[in-house]
């Protein structure tokens, strides 16, 4: 049994992703981003009250990146393993670009009321968005894809591009644009987007970060 505990627009997107991509069958629950996360039953799942939780092969996997790595591992026929030196700093370079997406989504999004938001801490977490994106710019010259072929580290970095467009765009650098029209473009990415009806962690698309 697979069982994803799942909110849209989350890391938890990275899993759902991964799910698709390997054609498993599992439960998807799913659970709106807000306080009812903390309920002590999820806690049992995932010890801060996060997401995602994947329940499987008896235990449970609550850090996203792991649940690529183990999936992937899991299932090597499909040929999605992120592996040796460059295969692990790729997949674990996604959470380096979602730490400051974090950032920026709690200053944008949970701190009320917006005059109370630090357009400093704002802009210095854009330029270091605009880092990430430099960095994974020079790497993908010559590559479609983070190791040549599409794997678990494409979708790590996949997802946290979707999040962090939110707040930086990615049109001034045309490598990792055109990356990401790749990869978005695979059914499972698409698949895994939110549907109709799911509440939605970004109400808009892009958030102007202050000039300060």
């Not at 009812?36 to 996997?61: K, M, N, Q, T």
């Not at 704002?122 to 040549?148: S, T």
Request: aromatic share 10%.
């Amino acid at each position: 049994m697979i069982r994803l505990h799942h909110s849209a627009q989350t890391r938890s997107m990275r899993v759902l992703w991964m799910l698709y991509e390997l054609g498993l069958d599992f439960e998807l629950v799913e659970h709106a981003f807000d306080k009812s996360l903390r309920d002590p039953a999820y806690l049992a799942l995932h010890p801060v009250g996060r997401v995602p939780a994947l329940e499987i092969d008896g235990g449970v996997i609550f850090e996203s990146l792991a649940a690529l790595q183990y999936l992937a591992a899991q299932h090597p026929d499909a040929g999605l393993e992120a592996s040796g030196i460059d295969g692990l700093n790729w997949l674990h370079f996604a959470e380096t670009i979602s730490q400051h997406t974090a950032a920026l989504t709690q200053q944008h999004i949970a701190i009320y009321p917006p005059e109370a938001r630090s357009g400093l801490v704002c802009k210095i977490e854009a330029m270091r968005l605009g880092k990430c994106y430099a960095a994974l710019e020079g790497w993908l010259d010559g590559r479609d894809y983070v190791l040549g072929e599409f794997s678990a580290a494409d979708v790590g970095l996949g997802q946290a591009l979707y999040m962090a467009r939110h707040f930086v765009k990615l049109e001034t650098f045309p490598q990792v644009a055109a990356y990401y029209q790749r990869i978005s473009a695979r059914p499972a990415f698409q698949k895994a987007l939110p549907q109709a009806g799911e509440a939605l962690l970004y109400a808009k698309d892009h958030y102007e970060v202050p000039n300060v």
